[in-house]
């Protein structure tokens, strides 16, 4: 069991993750166990401010300076930030124990590499810290000898069903709910409109990632995680189709014996696990799952109706910079799509001619890295 108190750093607080993860903190029967010593957030302001005002954090970061003055002017004594550097700033705090990065974009990058610089270990639900630099972010996080704990639920049932023995595995199944989609033919999906999208069966998410969901990009995504989290080759990666979301992820063992993690669907619990890991603390509970009168189906995704899928494990394969052009042109796309500028269509036709047009650096310094990131993103923007 945990005896001491862990401080802990919330990097967007009050995004769909960071206000589950403050949930989950508020329910743990030890309240000792965490102490928010940062937090940060975007631009909902309202919220930060009843949420600094329950957790009492020393720090915060808020993405534009004109509300940092705002902040300040209500929490004179507090240390206020703003923008990127402010991020890093909160990161840089090496009384950190362990860093929640719940933020959206390319942004997450910076501020997670310097917490591992700082030996601090890392509950990430940032999928583009992995995905533009999986290779920098796990060389440094062996190097520092820090934990890198997946929160999304499909990594999280990975990492849960494994033991933590990636070394004994044969290959890693991660199931995919099919989104609102999975249903329709490749027009439908091609003339959905954003309202469509955005109607996920299965998971109250944010914005961006729900759009991701619907075009099985966001699956693409988390086969690059999964490769660099857990050390395996991508054709020991498989996706299948499960639209119950009730197994979350499987392992298979070398010697043939499968092992999923189960339960009704709840990213509470996976961030619970991502910060109070290897313990199993007493906190937020699922609804318990019954066998009984279960029908549960499998099936393989279809890559001519999910063509993203098929570009995400094409980026992943040939590495280098090859899946930050794929991110960058996703994420440039789909904001584009909720502000109703071009269709699902526009998406996967844009990222399918960047990664055909991107001249390949195989082996990227960081640098590379944002610059090909700034490159897709002037280009597209």
Not at 51 to 57: C, E, G, H, L, T
Not at 100 to 119: D, Q, R
Not at 236 to 245: A, W
């Amino acid at each position: 069991m945990h005896t001491t108190t862990k401080n802990l750093a919330i990097l967007g607080s009050t995004g769909s993750i960071g206000t589950q993860a403050l949930e989950v903190l508020e329910a743990l029967e030890n309240k000792e166990l965490f102490n928010v010593v940062s937090m940060s957030c975007g631009n909902n302001i309202e919220l930060f401010i009843s949420q600094i005002k329950k957790f009492n954090p020393e720090k915060v970061c808020i993405s534009s300076p004109d509300k940092a003055k705002e902040l300040k002017s209500i929490f004179p004594k507090l240390e206020i930030f703003s923008g990127e550097d402010g991020l890093i700033e909160l990161a840089s705090d090496k009384s950190l124990d362990i860093m929640l990065t719940g933020t959206s974009g390319y942004v997450g990058l910076k501020p997670t590499l310097k917490a591992i610089e700082n030996g601090v270990d890392i509950a990430l639900a940032n999928k583009e810290t992995l995905v533009m630099a999986g290779d920098i972010v796990t060389e440094a996080a062996r190097r520092h000898n820090v934990k890198i704990l997946p929160v999304d639920s499909e990594h999280s049932a990975i990492l849960q069903s494994s033991g933590g023995e990636f070394n004994k595995l044969n290959k890693i199944i991660i199931t995919a709910s099919g989104g609102p989609f999975l249903n329709k033919t490749k027009e439908e999906i091609f003339s959905a409109t954003c309202l469509d999208a955005l109607k996920h069966p299965r998971w109250n998410m944010g914005k961006k990632i729900t759009i991701d969901s619907a075009t099985l990009m966001n699956k693409g995504l988390e086969v690059i995680e999964a490769h660099h989290l857990f050390n395996l080759p991508y054709e020991k990666i498989e996706v299948v189709i499960h639209p119950e979301s009730i197994v979350h992820s499987a392992v298979e063992f070398k010697d043939g014996s499968t092992v999923a993690q189960i339960g009704l669907p709840s990213m509470h619990i996976p961030i619970q696990y991502a910060l109070t890991y290897p313990e199993r603390e007493i906190g937020i509970k699922s609804n318990s799952f019954s066998f009984i009168g279960q029908k549960l189906t499998f099936d393989k995704p279809d890559f001519e109706k999910f063509p993203c899928l098929k570009m995400a494990y094409y980026a992943g394969k040939t590495g280098g910079t090859m899946p930050v052009v794929l991110n960058a042109a996703n994420e440039v796309c789909v904001y584009k799509f909720l502000r109703g500028e071009i269709g699902i269509k526009d998406i996967i036709k844009t990222v399918e001619k960047e990664l055909e047009n991107h001249s390949l650096i195989k082996n990227p310094t960081l640098e590379e890295i944002f610059e090909t990131d700034r490159e897709i993103r002037n280009k597209l923007c």
